[in-house]
């Protein structure tokens, strides 16, 4: 939607504000699946539920075109597919969150989700770059239709040869089912919301997510009203070119300075210091007047930072609390999507009242420096998902 958006608001004659609308939609969706996802996924396995939202926004993003243009007012279908899509793919992360926590040791944590974080940015590159090219070539219409048929087939895949065809994905059995980890998570849920350290990787999460889809919202239009002569698959793919290795690489160093027997909590703040406070400066010189290359470099710097957050607050919640990573990380992501939809909306409304991009890339420094010095301050990296107390007591008893 933000590559074929400065499109559709020529065409549907779409003001900055009802762009921002439009965009701001999905992150309303996105707000409402995060907990359920994550707690669906705790107990029946977060494959399972990947595999079936992929296939629904999938299947939502090909017939995305068509919703378009069966509505006599456009702007009111695509408000409401983005909220739908936004519904789905809310599930996404915290699923990841949930299978990483109970697969993976923590000196491999951090490489794992910067590669899965890394598959994101792939598949924004992707469709970054021939999704430029097609919407030169077929019309807008066209990078929906090809994206969302790839999603069913990879989805259709997945269940193939990963799941084996077998039975149902997912069995109102297998939802009533009571383990020892849901247990947990319900009798310790109000008891962990009251720990410092994780009201600090809500609050830094917030602002990490609210920041980056304001920039992935906005860029696209940014470059287009900046540099209108500028070739689109640029823009559209050299940020995401940068941000594949340096999700790869902030993987690696923060799993090696760990092996290495450095503070695990150290390592994920150093991590989020890259994240949030070096991607800052370059944030602030696009405030500047600056050529395209230079304009370019800037953005592909502060995208390639931001993924060090994957090795930061992402895995930070999985040292926290494993045995409910999925609804927690389901809390983080619903506050994050919630204030995405303010910042998406804000920014329009700040472009349109200022007439300047520099408001919109200020504000994205503010937020990331509050998220930062509330990481920095009060994040740590030992279990609080359990009672200390009662463990110790059950010890001495056997």
């Not at 389901?330 to 919630?338: D, E, H, K, P, Y």
Request: charged share 10%; glycine share 10%.
């Amino acid at each position: 939607m933000p590559i074929c958006a400065v499109s559709m608001a020529e065409q549907f004659g779409w003001s900055k504000r009802e762009s921002g609308m439009v965009l701001g939609s999905f992150f309303w969706g996105y707000c409402f699946t995060q907990v359920f996802g994550g707690y669906v996924s705790d107990r029946v396995g977060g494959e399972k539920v990947l595999l079936l939202s992929a296939a629904a926004w999938g299947s939502m993003t090909a017939f995305t075109p068509i919703l378009a243009h069966f509505c006599s007012q456009p702007i009111l279908s695509m408000t409401l597919a983005r909220f739908l899509m936004g519904l789905l793919q809310g599930v996404h992360y915290p699923s990841l969150a949930s299978l990483c926590s109970q697969k993976v040791v923590e000196s491999e944590r951090g490489f794992l989700m910067s590669t899965v974080g890394s598959g994101s940015y792939l598949g924004t590159l992707v469709i970054g770059g021939a999704g430029s090219l097609m919407l030169d070539l077929y019309g807008w219409q066209s990078v929906f239709y090809v994206s969302g048929l790839l999603s069913v087939l990879w989805a259709y895949c997945m269940w193939k040869y990963l799941l084996k065809g077998e039975g149902p994905i997912i069995t109102l059995e297998s939802l009533g089912s009571s383990g020892a980890q849901s247990k947990l998570t319900k009798r310790h849920w109000l008891r962990l919301l009251k720990q410092p350290a994780v009201c600090a990787v809500i609050v830094t999460h917030l602002c990490t997510a609210s920041t980056f889809f304001t920039l992935l919202s906005w860029l696209p239009t940014f470059f287009k009203d900046t540099f209108p002569d500028a070739k689109g698959w640029v823009f559209n793919v050299i940020p995401w070119l940068v941000a594949i290795p340096s999700s790869l690489f902030s993987g690696c160093l923060s799993d090696h300075l760990i092996s290495q027997g450095f503070d695990t909590a150290s390592v994920r703040k150093l991590m989020q210091f890259f994240s949030m406070g070096v991607s800052s400066v370059f944030t602030l010189l696009l405030c500047g007047t600056t050529t395209f290359p230079w304009a370019v470099a800037f953005v592909s710097a502060t995208m390639g930072l931001t993924t060090f957050s994957h090795s930061g607050v992402s895995v930070n919640v999985q040292d926290l609390a494993p045995s409910c990573a999925g609804a927690l990380f389901g809390v983080m992501n619903t506050c994050g999507a919630f204030s995405g939809v303010l910042m998406v909306y804000f920014s329009g409304y700040l472009i349109e009242a200022t007439g300047s991009w520099a408001s919109v890339f200020a504000l994205i420094t503010t937020v990331n420096l509050l998220g930062l010095c509330t990481f920095l301050a009060f994040a740590e990296a030992r279990r609080v998902d359990i009672d200390s107390t009662k463990v110790r007591h059950h010890n001495i008893h056997i």
